[in-house]
């Protein structure tokens, strides 16, 4: 296996997806047929599955959240806190996990641009910030309320609705001159793109996954394999 040598000169942004998790022991996206932990994505993830059935939405995530709190960062996000620690600020990492592994793991310059399972917000969009929310519901009536009085959902964005952090991302993106991408299948928006705006900038782009992704053409390097088996050993950084 090549090594990804990365000089004084580098601005390295890291785009993350499910497949960094699945060594942790939490299930993938599209691991069994579209179904993300035996659910279709319409019943749980979406704007209309919220008003249509909250206790379902709520039930999934709450079962996000307990098995979740029971995985551990695995070595691939520990790499990439090492990797960080030896670049800071030439350094971004973009996750589209909703999972606290890579905070857990030390991750610092960190965006979760697809949310985050530890936090619920207001279903009315009041205005008021996320609140930390770890709680494993076990019906509806139990979920917390918004100071306006709303019920709250989870900090989580449904497929329709825009990702968070998006200036900042394009700007990382910006003056990147290293992409590298971990674990994520290339079907989702507009995340699958960023390797495209890599690469208008100029940058090299390497993903990192056991198979190709959907739009593996757009990379200059495809290493395959397992997150937390090539991340270790991947980079030479210079001084
Ligand atoms: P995806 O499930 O569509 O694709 C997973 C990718 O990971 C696949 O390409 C697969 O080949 C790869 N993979 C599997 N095992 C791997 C390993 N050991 N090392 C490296 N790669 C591996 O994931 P996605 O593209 O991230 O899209 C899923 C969406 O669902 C995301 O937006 C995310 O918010 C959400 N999601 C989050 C989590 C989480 O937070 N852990 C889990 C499932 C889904
Ligand atoms: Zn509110």
Same mark, same amino acid.
């Given at each position: 296996m090549g090594k990804i040598v990365i000089g004084s000169g580098d601005w390295v942004f890291v785009l993350t997806g499910a497949g960094i998790s699945a060594e942790s022991g939490l299930p993938t996206?599209?691991? /069994?047929?579209?179904?993300?932990a035996g659910h279709r994505v319409e019943d749980v993830c979406t704007p209309e599955a919220l008003e249509l059935n909250p206790a379902l939405v709520w039930q999934f995530y709450s079962e996000r959240r307990a098995q979740g709190a029971k995985a551990d960062p695995n070595p691939a996000h520990i790499a990439l806190t090492e990797l960080e620690a030896k670049l800071g600020d030439r350094f971004f990492l973009c996750t589209?996990?909703?999972?606290?592994l890579h905070e857990r793991a030390g =991750?610092?310059?960190?965006?979760h641009m697809h949310g985050e399972l530890a936090k619920s917000r207001c279903e009315d969009e009041c205005g008021q910030p996320p609140v930390t929310d770890r709680a494993v519901y &076990? =019906?509806?009536?139990?979920v917390g309320r918004c100071a306006c009085g709303a019920r709250l959902r989870p900090h989580i964005v449904f497929f329709g609705e825009i990702p968070l952090e998006m200036e900042r991302i394009q700007r990382e993106i910006g003056r990147a001159t290293l992409m590298v991408v971990v674990? &994520? /299948?290339? =079907?989702?928006y507009p995340a699958a793109n960023y390797v495209q705006w890599a690469r208008q900038g100029g940058a090299r782009t390497v993903y990192v996954g056991p198979e190709p992704p959907?739009?593996?053409?757009?990379? &200059?390097n495809v290493v395959e394999g397992k997150a937390g088996e090539v991340l270790p050993g991947l980079f030479v950084v210079e001084t």
């Open positions: 996206f599209r691991a /069994s047929d579209g179904l993300w589209q996990n909703v999972d606290d =991750s610092k310059r960190l965006v &076990t =019906s509806l009536d139990e674990g &994520t /299948s290339g =079907s989702v959907l739009n593996a053409h757009a990379f &200059t």
